[in-house]
């Protein structure tokens, strides 16, 4: 784990007490709205469309067991071509 990710587990464990609910947030491509909704098994998902229909913002909800697994959701996320994480 690199000074970036250890920074943001500290982070993460003085805002959580996991298992917690955690939300991600991604703006994405509506072409890439799909592998987005599948980062997280089971995740409550809600979609907002931009204006102009050419974006999409993903949201999903679901119960984190542990800061690692946060950032691990993170790690595959950026695999995602011009995905945009918030």
Known sequence: MDSDQLNFKEKLE??????????????????HQQVVEKLVDGAEIRIKPS?????????????MTSSD???????QAKKIEGLIAL
Do not use: R
Not at 51 to 63: A, D
């Open 14 to 31: 003085a805002a959580h007490n996991f298992p917690d609910t955690y939300h991600f947030k991604f703006i994405v491509k509506t072409e």
């Open 51 to 63: 204006s102009g229909n050419k974006y999409v913002s993903v949201t999903l909800i679901s119960q």
């Open 69 to 75: 697994e946060v950032i691990e959701v993170y790690k």
